[in-house]
């Protein structure tokens, strides 16, 4: 038994440090949501919603949103076209993609500048993803499930997948004990 788990140790070291950061975020993240009462928008949330319409608008994309008892309205054109809930601030994703980074987790410093680097990128690009489902959805009504159940997931996750892949390749443990 010693020798199999001596074996395993780098993948057991793995899930271990993955489910742990993934649970004690995850908790941390649930505590945060629970300081607010019910029918109000959390502060995560309110702020992709700001974010959402302050960058539309920059961009000269006609934007607006408006809160609306636990979730904000968005409008394009005037016109309704989505609304933004918590799951929609991308909070869940960063998660997970810290717990995975903090998992092949190099030197302290690198470690923390990725995950918190990595996740601002995410925060954004996801800022990024509502403006431009916002559009498509006005453009293309008929088309919510390819819109918002396949291809703006693919994005988000896509982003983080090749985050990943970087942080593997270039940061972690592995990578600085595996270059030629």
């Given amino acids: ?14 899930l271990g440090k993955f489910f742990l950061s993934y649970f004690v975020l995850t908790a941390v993240y649930r505590m945060y949501l629970s300081s607010f009462g019910k029918n109000v928008v959390d502060g995560i949330t309110s702020n992709v919603s700001f974010l959402t319409q302050k960058l539309a608008n920059i961009l000269g994309i006609k934007i607006a949103t408006q809160s609306f008892q636990d979730y904000y309205k968005i409008f394009y054109e005037g016109e309704y076209v989505a609304r933004i809930i918590e799951g929609c601030n991308a909070i869940s994703v960063i998660i997970l993609f810290v717990a995975f980074v903090i ?7 690198p470690t923390l500048f ?8 995410l925060y954004i690009v996801n800022v990024f993803r509502i403006i431009i489902l916002a559009v498509l959805l006005f453009s293309f009504p008929n088309q919510v499930h390819l819109l918002h159940g396949v291809l703006f997931p693919l994005l988000i996750y896509g982003m983080v997948f090749l985050l ?17």
């Avoid at 998992?103 to 410093?109: D, Q, V």
């Avoid at 990725?114 to 990128?121: C, P």
């Avoid at 892949?165 to 030629?180: P, Q, T």
């Fill in 114 to 121: 990725f995950a918190v680097g990595g996740g601002l990128f």
């Fill in 1 to 14: 038994m010693k020798q199999v788990l001596q074996q395993y140790r780098p993948f057991l070291l793995f």
């Fill in 164 to 180: 990943w892949i970087v942080w593997v390749n270039k940061y972690s443990v592995y990578a600085s004990n595996h270059k030629k």
């Fill in 103 to 109: 998992a092949f987790s190099g030197r302290l410093k």
